[in-house]
T-cell receptor, first 112, second 113 residues
Framework: NAGVTQTPKFQVLKTGQSMTLQCAQD?????MYWYRQDPGMGLRLIYY???????DKGEVPNGYNVSRLKKQNFLLGLESAAPSQTSVYFC???????????FGSGTRLTVV | SQELEQSPQSLIVQEGKNLTINCTSS?????LYWYKQKYGEGLIFLMM?????EEKSHEKITAKLDEKKQQSSLHITASQPSHAGIYLC?????????????FGKGTKLSVIP
């Protein structure tokens, strides 16, 4: 099984550009999450989706939007990228009654 | 929200030595997860603890959750270079059922051959 697949792995954006980070899971998990990881800050939750069609804000949602139209996909959008959004982004999924998250390998985003 | 403090922030040990990483919570831990991350890669799930006093082991790694459910420790016996990486603890934020994890900032482990 592929588990959780994130695309792209690397991306460089100019300030003000928009883009969508893609996340797909093949484990039929109900819940999916987007985190960002920054040096000295650890992992911080951006948005999560408890089930298909629902999304909720996490700790740091400003500047991002998400969509969960299909159970297996969770998309993270940046409408107008800012240098402060330079980070490593991780997608994860879990069973509602599961034993922890399965993480993707990350997307390293640089905004210049 | 729950805050998790990990200690130490970084650790350098000689191959073959034992080590312990701690994770302390400001609130009761309903579910405590340990993950390992190698540079440039995602997080690999190691273990989950839920009950006070619980202890789990996998190969040379043992994790414990104290009776009061506010502190967990991860112990590695006879460390190897393959153990090097960043270890993160994560905790269920809102109690049973929510599965939104808050993470500590991580402990960077280096193992010198």
């Amino acid at each position: 099984n592929a588990g959780v697949t994130q695309t792209p792995k690397f991306q460089v954006l100019k300030t003000g550009q928009s883009m969508t980070l893609q996340c797909a899971q093949d484990m039929n998990h109900n819940s999916m999450y987007w985190y960002r990881q920054d040096p000295g800050m650890g992992l911080r939750l951006i948005y999560y989706s408890a089930s298909e069609g629902t999304t909720d804000k996490g700790e740091v949602p400003n500047g991002y939007n998400v969509s969960r139209l299909k159970k297996q996909n969770f998309l993270l959008g940046l409408e107008s990228a800012a240098p402060s959004q330079t980070s490593v982004y991780f997608c994860a999924s879990s069973e509602v009654t599961g034993y922890g998250y399965t993480f993707g390998s990350g997307t390293r985003l640089t905004v210049v | 929200s729950q805050e998790l403090e990990q200690s130490p922030q970084s650790l350098i040990v000689q191959e073959g030595k034992n080590l312990t990483i701690n994770c302390t919570s400001s609130k009761t831990l309903y579910g405590l997860y340990w993950y390992k991350q190698k540079y440039g890669e995602g997080l690999i799930f190691l273990m989950m603890l839920q009950k006070g006093g619980e202890e789990k082991s996998h190969e040379k790694i043992t994790a414990k959750l104290d009776e009061k459910k506010q502190q967990s420790s991860l112990h590695i016996t006879a460390s190897q270079p393959s153990h090097a990486g960043i270890y993160l603890c994560g905790a269920d934020n809102h109690g049973a059922g929510s599965y939104q994890l808050t993470f500590g900032k991580g402990t960077k482990l280096s193992v010198i051959p």
